[in-house]
């Protein structure tokens, strides 16, 4: 049985164990007396990995857009045609799924057969079956989803912000694909991509449980196969700094326009914990000019400007985007207080108070996160960014004033602002 090491962090009283299994699969164990259990066996494969080639190999493949997601709602078929939510069911899990732009996860939740639904979750998931007749069926079923989401406008009206935004960068594809790229997906394309991202070495299984952490190294032992690790080349396109559109426009039967509104930033670092500075630095800084407590959140309230306004900060090694949300009869003149919002922030800088009050409830968001039943998937996350959770809070703890003041002019230029729109549909 593989060795367990313990990683710990005393000022939270937090800890989990890890191991490099014999399979090649990372596996990190967080102990935590909750009564629910939360597996999320997940690997570095997503929608923007649609070209690529393994070392070796002298020519790139490109696939279809969407195969990243197609495949994902095919591991849930069985040779022997059993069902696999049934085998969930059976006891007593809830189990899901989900593909983004750069991972895919398979997951479940349990108070109870922890043990027998981990076999299930590490047994479906590294046992792949496509025949064309479940491919056919499947393009039928994902082409349905896609015309669906097309009738979506708070799905338009992201899509069209990472177009507006992006140029060439994989990022702005449709998690689902298009009808034209799903009808070019095969089985023998799906078993391809299979061998390659579904390797154990490119995945990781991450658990949250009460249970002795042997327990998940017994079951590893039963399931996994032993693989040779496979070294994945990912082709993605390059992308200038400059937007690709200023607006994007659509009509859908909504009663008030929405808007999203994105500041584009290709300065990513290749360095993890500079990246997670950066993320925290941002979600203060994002805070600081538009949180609920702030002066231009309140004043979008009581003036009816913007109802549901929200912004977020998103940096990974992927990409870096400034989210800003909400509805408003006037976009045009929510996005032009944006940008003297901000303009007028270089100048006059933030209260150091709301700065300090800020950070803690940062911090405080941050601890909380421990107490999470789901705290397996805000681990993964920060995993697939090359992050270990228990390191984020000396991180954001270390977050000064003058980091804050030296990003805001760094990430807010109105060159780099983008906007989509959604509006009732014109009489």
Known sequence: MSEL????????GEKYYYTHHKSGLDIYII?????????LFSTKYGAIDNCFRLAGDKEFTRVPDGIAHFLEHKMFENEDGSDTFARFAKYGADANAFTGSAMTAYLFSCSDHFEENLEILLDYVTKPYY????????????GQEIRMGEDNPHRALYYNLMDALYKDNQIKLNVAGTADSIAKITDKLLYKCYEVFYNLSNMMLVVNTAENPETVL?????????QEPKEIIRSYNSEK???NKKRVVAEFEVAKPLFYIGVKDIKISADPLERAKKQATGDILTELLFGASSAFGIEMYESGLANG???????DRNSSVVYIQGESDDPEKVYEKVVSHTEEAKKNGFDRADFERIKRAEYASY??????????ETFTYALHDGLDWLAYGDILAGVTYDDVMALLPELFDEKYYAMSIVKPISK
């Not at 090491?5 to 939270?12: D, I, S, V």
């Not at 102990?31 to 597996?39: L, R, V």
């Open 5 to 12: 090491k313990l990683t710990e962090n005393k000022a939270l």
């Open 218 to 226: 017994r079951v590893a032992d039963k399931i996994l196969p032993v």
């Open 131 to 142: 025949t064309p007749e479940t491919v056919a069926k499947e393009q039928g079923i994902i």
């Open 367 to 376: 601890i909380k996160s421990f107490d999470s039943t789901e705290l397996a």
């Open 309 to 315: 306004f929200a912004a977020s900060f998103d940096h």
């Open 241 to 243: 700094p400059e937007v």
């Open 31 to 39: 102990p935590k007396n909750f009564t629910t259990s939360y597996a």
